[in-house]
Each structure stands twice: as C-alpha cells, then as structure tokens.
C-alpha cells in the first residue's frame, strides 16, 4: 500500500490533545436500527457535543499550533465554522467566517454566539471561499484555512477511527464525503490497522464532484454523470455538498478510499426519519448519509459502522419533518384508535 498521506504518530497525539468535549463519542449498535437496514451496523455519534457535529476534533487539533495573534479566516457551510468559532474563543482566538447568501441561517447564527465573524457572500460556497481566500491575501494577520487541505484536520477527525476499533474491526466503514478531511483521517487509521476493512465515501447524487474527482485521480472510468456540473444544482446535504473539489485532500484520499456511492435527497429523508424513530436522534441530512447509502446500496461485509455527522437542521427542514410525522401519528391513531 502507498504511504499514508497523513502522519499517524499525530492522530494519536491528537486523540491525546483535543478538548474531552469532542473525543469518545458515544458508539453502538441498536437492534431496531438493525433490523430496519437487515444487517449489523455499528453508529458513532457525532451530535453529542457542544458545536452537534464532528468538525470539533480537527478545529482544536489545527488550532492547537496558531498564534493567537493570527486571525483565523475561512469559508463554511455551518458546522466548520461552528467549530473555528469554538476553538477560537476558547484560544481567544479571532474568527472571521465566509458564508454563501443561502447558508442555514441556524448555522450562521450558532457562528455569531460562538464568537466569530460571519460575512454573508453573494453566490455559492465556492465564492464565499474565494472572498475568505481574498481576506487573507489582503491582510497579513490573517491565516486562510480551507477544510480538506489542512493535515492537521484531517489528523484531527482521524481520532475517529482509533476509536471505532475499539469496538472491534469492521468490514465496511462508510463516511459521510464533503471535503475530505473526515474520511482521510479515518481511513489512514482504520487501514495501517484493520487493512481489510473497506473504506466507502458518500456523495450527493447531486453533487457529484468529489467522486468524479476521486475516480479521475485513481485513472478510473468516470461514471455516468447524474447531472449536468455546468448548471446550478442544490441538495439539501448542504454539509457534504462538494462543486469544487480541493485537489490536496482529493490526493490524500485517493488510495485510501475503496469506493464512493451516491444518494439521492428521498434517500436522505428517509434515513433522517430512520434516525429518528430507530435511534431518537434527529439528524442533519449530510448526518444521515451514511444511514442512507447503507441502506440505498449492497454494501458488503456482515458488519459495518457509519459516522452520525451532524445535527445542525435547518429550522424549516426540522418543522416539516416535525409536521410530516405528526400526520402520520394522526392517521395511525384514527385508522387504529386506542380501546380505553
């Protein structure tokens, strides 16, 4: 196997060093779940903690060799900059935070009372990314942090994976594939000591940039494409919703990824409301899609794990899941009433 892109005597350096807050995240099997998705599949939480999302450990990690003269500059889609946010206050730290006009206004508001400052962008994520980018180049205090290219991160997330092995090996463990950062650390780990495990990245259906750029990188056919990448396209996976890969972290995941699926926004849904009435956790839909490719795709392997992302909902999805449930309680009841 190539050598491993990121450096594993930092992984376990970092499962040392990061905040208590973010590190052993609870991880269990459920048997409803189970028996819903028909195979054994192992969750870990990454909702259970202050910013409800896993970016907290590659954050801390990260900013652990910053000069707290330095002002951090990036561009999020909410749970990074929540967690830049986090480790910035708590490193007194200043935080300045790029965001696209439609971002999750929860998320943008979660930034603000975490401390940072948040600009609102005109255009998508990639332009919020290139204004962050820009703020950086103008002002020589400030340090531009693109989630994905930064080993320190993915070192960070890469805790992830020491800890899944503590409940045993795996023969499939499927990420949840926004920049990469997450599935680069957890694969370096999982494959220096669980080789045969098989490492599989989710995508969007709509936003298929990532394994385009994955599949190009390993000199792969390219797969059918499933929209056209010249016309605007939305997901409501804004958390893994990928339009211009970052080449450094499409590099170090290349040969440490066995395969890449796609899901497709109904199947999101479905395996939020899975979460919910299996496990009693509500999910963000980037959350859930570990959930959903498992259960969307024939995965192989008797036992698998998934990482449970984030919990950021966006308030409107949160109030039609909310309502959509309450319907379907109102027509159960009325078609099975309770006999007092």
Not at 116 to 142: I, M, S, W, Y
Request: net charge negative; aromatic share 4%; charged share 20%.
């Amino acid at each position: 196997m190539p050598k491993c892109p990121l450096n594993l005597a930092n992984i376990e350096k970092a499962a040392q060093l990061i905040d208590p807050a973010f590190l052993h995240s609870p991880q269990y099997e459920d048997g409803t779940l189970n028996a819903a998705l028909g195979r054994r599949v192992l969750v870990k939480v990454e909702t259970a903690n202050p910013i409800r999302s896993f970016k907290g450990r590659g954050a801390d990690f990260f900013a652990r060799s910053l000069d707290p003269k330095q002002t951090i500059v990036c561009a999020s889609a909410g749970n990074f900059g929540q967690a830049m946010a986090y480790v910035g206050r708590s490193r007194r730290i200043a935080v300045q935070v790029f965001v696209a006009h439609d971002v999750n206004p929860a998320k943008a508001e979660r930034m603000r009372s975490l401390g940072a400052e948040v600009t609102l962008c005109d255009g998508d994520f990639d332009a919020a990314k290139d204004n962050a980018r820009q703020q950086a180049a103008d002002h020589p205090e400030c340090i531009f942090v693109e989630d994905g290219a930064e080993d320190a991160i993915g070192e960070g997330a890469g805790t992830i994976g020491i800890e899944l092995l503590a409940a045993g090996t795996f023969d499939t463990v499927v990420v949840p594939l926004g920049d990469g950062a997450l599935i680069t650390g957890i694969a370096a780990w999982i494959k220096d000591h669980s080789p045969g495990t098989q490492i599989i990245g989710v995508c969007p259906g709509a936003t298929p940039a990532m394994l385009h750029a994955w599949r190009e990188a390993r000199g792969m056919p390219q797969v059918p494409a499933v929209t056209d990448m010249n016309q605007p396209t939305c997901t409501i996976a804004d958390g893994i919703e990928v339009r211009v890969p970052v080449q450094k972290s499409v590099e170090k995941m290349k040969n440490l990824v066995d395969d890449i699926v796609l899901v497709d926004d109904d199947a999101l849904i479905e395996a939020m409301r899975l979460s919910a009435s299996s496990l009693g956790l509500v999910l963000e839909p980037s959350g859930a899609a570990g959930l959903a490719a498992i259960r969307r795709h024939k995965l192989t392997g008797e036992r698998l794990a998934t990482i449970l992302t984030g919990s950021n909902i966006h308030p409107q999805m949160l109030a039609k899941l909310v309502d959509s449930a309450r319907q379907e309680m109102y027509q159960q009841r009325r078609k099975n009433p309770v006999q007092l």
